[in-house]
């Protein structure tokens, strides 16, 4: 069993920064981690993830140079640091964990199986 607590989320001006925060509760193995965002009206979208053996990450384009995925050296937390931010940002995001090691050669959506409440970010301009 894995929980997850997502934290920081808030409202910020455009051009700002925000870090979330997210944190697992359980001892099942996490191969993947990512975090997703949905906005109002738009399908839940990957913003990046990353595998906790080994590092590799991926970025969607709309955040590449931006958005830094990382996890602590415990890999208990995983933390998103969001900078420049654009109101297209805006979004409700979601911390979530994929416990099969198939996400790393199938990294959809539908193989991360458990997911935390959600953190609103909001950016202004």
């Known amino acids: 069993q894995v929980h997850l607590v997502e934290s920081g989320g808030g409202s910020v001006q455009a051009g700002e920064s925000l870090r979330l925060s997210c944190t697992a509760h359980?001892?099942?193995?996490?191969?993947?981690m990512g975090w997703f965002r949905q906005a109002p009206g738009k399908e839940r979208e990957v913003v990046a993830r990353?595998?906790?053996?080994?590092?590799?990450?991926y970025y969607t384009d709309s955040v590449k140079d931006r958005f830094t995925i990382s996890q602590d050296n415990t890999k208990t937390t995983l933390y998103l640091q969001m900078m420049s931010l654009k109101p297209e940002d805006t979004a409700m995001y979601y911390c979530?964990?994929?416990?099969?090691?198939?996400?790393?050669?199938?990294?959809?959506?539908?193989?991360?199986?458990?997911w935390g409440q959600g953190t609103q970010v909001t950016v202004s301009s």
């Open positions: 990353l595998h906790t053996s080994g590092g590799i990450t």
């Open positions: 979530a964990a994929a416990t099969s090691i198939q996400c790393r050669v199938r990294p959809g959506i539908e193989n991360f199986g458990v």
């Open positions: 359980g001892s099942t193995y996490r191969y993947c």
